[in-house]
């Protein structure tokens, strides 16, 4: 990614976009079509954009089955067919990659739509790299890479699982990563029947992935007005429909309205990279076998507040977001950053209630060892992790071990 | 969140915004695989210097391909055809416009000839005529504004015909979105309240119309924040690189928002006023603003109530019972309109009665607003306006307007 | 019993397969008459309602619009020819190009009309629906579609396919709507 300036100008008052920086590049290129019967519009993009022999990529699993009924029903009366490759493996490797490529060049495909589950997802986005800069080789590319050409249209059907990057320019296969603004999916089509409830914990980690990215995008140093909108409408929408969707008897809707708070999210992100929250949470997962969304959902607080005592970012505006706007406007400034945390530690505890303390709300809950720490910190550190030192990382997890309160002023 | 039971989002543009995003354009256009872009622009934006400027920023890494400098307004046909034909004779490979939505409108119509090769611009009108990616274009807008830079359409001018002839595909996006405030430091300081203002009506429209989606909202509320603390800031202090930045990003945003929103009844109207009598967009929208939301009151009064915190601050948020929220956005965006009045000495109207052209001559006489009510039944905006509204109830809001008494809902207007 | 209990097991498939477009024969058939019911309707209402001929009499002599399903599925074509008559042109229609042509992005998106799930404006701010041609003779179309929504539908649909239900005398909406069945059926 390009660097940025981060000349960061103060404003003679405050505003819902209150450090307005002067340097910025945003580009988020996905078209979402959200909503009742969207997969009966994937005939109308494709003919759009010049598809005529489409390939959908699935895994042999519940949603990829799912994803292709739909897609056949979508399909009827469109005079389309499309063509289906329903083995994709969970976890890709190189052969994979490669075997895939071959198919999608030898049977002259000219687009991909992909179920957003698993490696799938990152798949497509791999072999649309390969193709278009006629390669068989993945591991020439490092860095941010810039494809001479456009590649082929992808689009992804969302589900209510995922690694929260369909709709970024992120792919991981392999163990390697890829990141292109080019390789965002064209269209992210957002479904109400591909929606299949999961348990609590795992809906709950899902949506931690997706605020902790939400958040990052606020508190980053070249934190820019468009990407910041995304991400507010993604935590909004976590933080008011996450806990009613514990209970079973809930309507598709409030799950509906959560994949789109996903979908933001990783547009936003997809401009970031990613911060020292992030990154810590990511090497707690790592080195304690959690689940990403786990890791984050425990440390985020104590992350945030830690993030605020070392560098006096006022998160401000992250009240709007995670309160109403009479509380918002209510608060005096100066106290507005303290009570968005306070309020993300609310959040915490109303998820724990509404799960019947299914979550886990510290470290110690996960089993975790204090033991651990110094090989969490040590991976993070060594991942390049900005703004926190090691001390700034003991503190995140002590607190996060035990729900010691960390206080924004020590 | 609301969600609606279906809706689209799409903003394929890459904007690039700050105090040195101009010198940034020769990267960019590597990156597109581009060297010799053709800059188009007008004669205001050529004699005001900005074009010196743009030539200046793009250094020596890029050989100007040709320079463009007379395009009129409206995008015209035949300027278009002849635009093409220069980018075809000097082999250009990419498009740079500098300037507002008629200069921008005639680069997307230019790229459609080009990228398609051919000489019939017609034939791609309407939607769904483009289905592959159009040659690179970059759009540095140089007002805050009408937001052209990220929407996917594009009028064209046919004055044989006497037609305006509408171009809507996702692929007319520009590339790039250059947002510099040197673009719109030296506007006037009416056309900065104009255009400020044009930026207001698509940010409200599209939060209050029924075609609003979450991502829409979240720009609009932005926008409109933005235009809240820096416009008259901005009036006051016309060097205010800061303002002129916010303004600008509020333009874009407002763009992005009623581009995949929509608007309604403010642009049915003010298209015809502007139409009919030839009065300034921005004017209209500024004036008929207030009357409009108070039409639509009745059915989005709750949607307008929650503008009143971006629109006024948290001061007035805070002291106004929840009950009175609408009334008050309606009342802040009238005394905005009285402000930028006083600030722009009597340039920007508070009412219809009050455009006058050049010589001075009243622009929108009253004898014109029958006319106009019966145009503005025409404007697809139309469908997006949260309550109907018929010829009477078009010139029932026109006269309000026109005269400048209080606005009423559509209720009371019967 | 084991037998009876004994799963059948599954025709083993290729994971990479083709899928053809099938057809919805139901709902094709379902649109189709719909479709060419309200041309009918269209038809009769330009000679019986009186807002209905004024929206036509703005519009060009020679004027035809379509509203039809993408790709190629059921749709109903109208011209008003020189004389001024505004007739329904079926599928043959389609051989000249039309002025104004509204397009249903998919079949499920014309059922959500066409059953009243969604209304024309609905459907319009959902994305379902492209209208090519001069967008202020589409809205007379959508206007003229309103209307004859109106006459064709009991109230009780009729306002939930229109965004403001007209507030007509009980006479002129009675007889408007049997004039118009009446020669919606006979075609003239």
Redesign the interface.
């Known amino acids: 990614m390009?660097t940025k300036?981060t000349n960061i100008?103060q404003?003679?008052?405050p505003?819902?976009?209150e450090n307005?920086?002067?340097?910025?590049?945003?580009?988020?290129?996905v078209?979402?079509?959200?909503?009742?019967?969207?997969m009966?519009?994937i005939?109308?993009e494709l003919?759009?954009?010049?598809v005529t022999r489409p390939l959908v990529l699935a895994s042999d699993s519940l949603i990829g089955r799912r994803a292709?009924k739909l897609?056949?029903n979508?399909?009827?009366?469109?005079?389309?067919?499309?063509?289906?490759?329903?083995?994709v493996p969970d976890n890709a490797d190189a052969e994979t990659v490669r075997r895939l490529t071959t198919?999608y060049l030898e049977?002259n495909h000219d687009a991909i739509i992909v179920a957003g589950d698993g490696a799938a997802v990152d798949i497509a986005k791999v072999i649309r790299l390969m193709v278009a800069e006629k390669t068989d080789d993945p591991e020439q590319f490092e860095g941010e890479i810039?494809l001479?050409r456009?590649p082929a249209p992808l689009i992804t059907l969302q589900t209510f699982d995922g690694s929260g990057l369909e709709a970024s320019g992120w792919a991981t296969v392999c163990n390697q990563t890829f990141f292109s603004?080019q390789l965002a999916p064209q269209i992210c089509v957002i479904d109400p029947r591909m929606i299949i409830p999961m348990d609590i914990k795992t809906t709950w980690a899902r949506a931690m992935v997706s605020l902790s990215q939400a958040v990052e995008v606020y508190m980053a140093a070249d934190r820019?007005?468009?990407a910041?909108?995304?991400a507010?409408?993604a935590i909004?929408?976590i933080r008011?429909?996450l806990a009613p969707v514990f209970s079973k008897w809930v309507s598709n809707?409030k799950r509906?309205?959560l994949i789109?708070?996903y979908t933001?999210a990783a547009c936003a992100f997809s401009n970031n990279q990613p911060g020292p929250c992030f990154l810590l949470g990511k090497a707690t997962a790592k080195i304690g076998h959690l689940n990403l969304g786990t890791a984050m959902g425990i440390i985020l607080p104590y992350a945030m507040t830690q993030y605020m005592r070392k560098t006096n970012c006022d998160l401000a505006d992250l009240l709007r977001p995670l309160s109403s706007?009479?509380d918002?406007?209510?608060t005096t400034s100066s106290l507005r950053g303290k009570k968005a945390i306070r309020c993300l530690y609310d959040l915490q505890w109303t998820w724990h209630q509404a799960s019947r303390r299914k979550i886990p709300l510290t470290l110690k809950d996960v089993a975790v060892g204090r033991y651990l720490f110094p090989d969490i910190i040590e991976t993070a550190l060594k991942n390049g992790l900005p703004v926190f030192d090691k001390s700034d990382c003991e503190t995140v997890l002590e607190h996060a071990w035990e729900a010691k309160p960390l206080n924004v002023t020590s | 969140?609301h969600?609606?039971?279906?809706?689209?989002?799409?903003?394929?543009?890459?904007?690039?915004?700050?105090?040195?995003?101009l010198e940034k354009i020769p990267?960019l256009l590597y990156?597109l695989?581009a060297k010799a872009p053709l800059i188009i622009t007008d004669q205001g934006v050529a004699g005001a210097g900005l074009l010196d400027t743009v030539i200046e920023a793009l250094g020596n890494n890029i050989v100007t391909g040709a320079v463009v400098d007379d395009i009129p307004p409206d995008a015209p046909l035949p300027v278009v055809q002849k635009t093409a034909g220069i980018y075809r004779e000097k082999g250009c490979d990419a498009l740079i416009a500098v300037g507002g939505g008629s200069v921008i409108d005639t680069a997307k119509a230019v790229n459609i000839l080009v990228s398609e090769e051919s000489d019939n611009l017609k034939q791609f009108s309407g939607a769904?005529a483009l289905?592959?990616?159009l040659n690179p274009l970059i759009a540095i807008p140089t007002t805050a504004g009408t937001g052209s830079e990220v929407t996917l359409v594009a009028v064209v001018k046919d004055p044989e015909n006497h037609i305006k002839i509408p171009f809507v595909s996702?692929f007319l996006q520009p590339d790039i979105a250059i947002i510099d405030p040197r673009m719109t430091l030296t506007l006037p300081a009416w056309i900065t309240a104009a255009t400020a203002m044009d930026a207001l009506t698509h940010a409200v429209e599209a939060y209050t119309c029924l075609a609003r989606?979450?991502?829409s909202?979240?720009?609009a509320?932005?926008a409109i924040?933005?235009i809240?603390?820096h416009l008259l800031?901005v009036i006051r202090h016309p060097g205010d690189e800061?303002g002129r930045?916010?303004l600008a990003?509020a333009a874009t945003?407002a763009g992005?928002a009623f581009s995949n929103a929509m608007v309604g009844m403010v642009h049915s109207l003010g298209h015809s006023v502007g139409g009919v009598c030839g009065a300034a967009h921005g004017a209209c929208m500024a004036i008929l603003l207030p009357y409009s939301l108070a039409y639509n009151q009745h059915k989005n009064g709750h949607l307008i109530a929650?503008l009143l915190?971006?629109l006024a601050g948290?001061d007035i948020?805070?002291v106004t019972p929840k009950h009175q929220r609408t009334q008050a956005v309606i009342e802040n965006i009238k005394i905005l309109n009285e402000n930028l009045h006083d600030l722009t000495n009597g340039r920007h109207a508070r009412y219809l009665k009050e455009i006058f052209d050049v010589d001075g001559n009243r622009l929108v006489p009253k004898e014109k607003l029958p006319e106009i009510a019966k145009v503005s039944l025409g404007d697809a905006s139309r469908h997006y306006n949260p309550e109907e509204f018929d010829e009477l109830d078009a010139m029932r809001v026109l006269e309000a307007a026109w005269e400048g008494s209080a606005p009423a809902s559509c209720s009371l207007l019967a | 019993m084991h037998l009876l209990l004994k799963k059948k097991k599954k025709p083993s498939r290729e994971?990479?397969?083709?899928?053809?477009?099938?057809?919805?024969p139901l709902?094709?058939i379902y649109l189709s008459i719909i479709l060419w019911f309200m041309g009918r309707a269209i038809q009769a209402a330009a000679r019986v309602d009186k807002t209905v001929k004024a929206e036509f009499d703005a519009l060009p002599d020679g004027f035809t619009f379509s509203l039809g399903?993408?790709?190629?599925?059921p749709c109903m074509v109208l011209g008003k020819n020189i004389r001024g008559r505004v007739k329904s042109l079926g599928r043959r229609g389609l051989e000249q190009p039309v002025d104004v042509r509204i397009t249903i992005?998919?079949?499920?998106?014309a059922i959500?009309l066409f059953t009243f799930q969604e209304s024309t404006a609905i459907s319009t701010i959902?994305?379902r629906l492209v209208v090519d041609g001069d967008l202020s003779q589409a809205c007379a179309v959508i206007r003229i579609l309103d209307i004859v929504e109106v006459y064709l539908m009991p109230k009780i649909i009729a306002r939930m396919a229109v965004k403001r239900y007209p507030t007509w005398p009980m006479t002129r909406k009675m007889i408007g709507r049997i004039r118009i069945y009446f020669r919606a059926v006979l075609g003239y």
Do not use: W
């Open positions: 390009d300036e100008i404003h003679r008052q505003g819902i976009v307005l920086p002067y340097n910025y590049e945003f580009h988020s290129p078209k979402i079509c959200s909503g009742k019967k969207a009966e519009h005939p109308f003919a759009a954009m010049n292709i897609l056949t979508a399909f009827k009366e469109s005079e389309m067919s499309f063509y289906v490759c329903d083995d198919l049977k810039k001479t456009a603004a820019n007005p468009v910041i909108n995304y507010f409408t909004q929408s008011k429909n809707k509906l309205a789109n708070a933001a706007g009479d918002y406007a209510g | 969140m969600l609606p039971g279906y809706y689209e989002f799409d903003c394929r543009v890459k904007i690039v915004s700050g105090r040195q995003a990267d990156a695989h769904g289905t592959s990616p996702p989606n979450p991502i909202n979240a720009h509320l932005a924040d933005l809240h603390y800031q800061v930045l916010a990003n945003l992005m929650e915190l971006p948290e948020f805070i | 994971p990479y397969r083709e899928i053809s477009s099938g057809s919805k709902k094709r399903v993408f790709p190629d599925g992005k998919n079949i499920e998106a959500l959902r994305d």
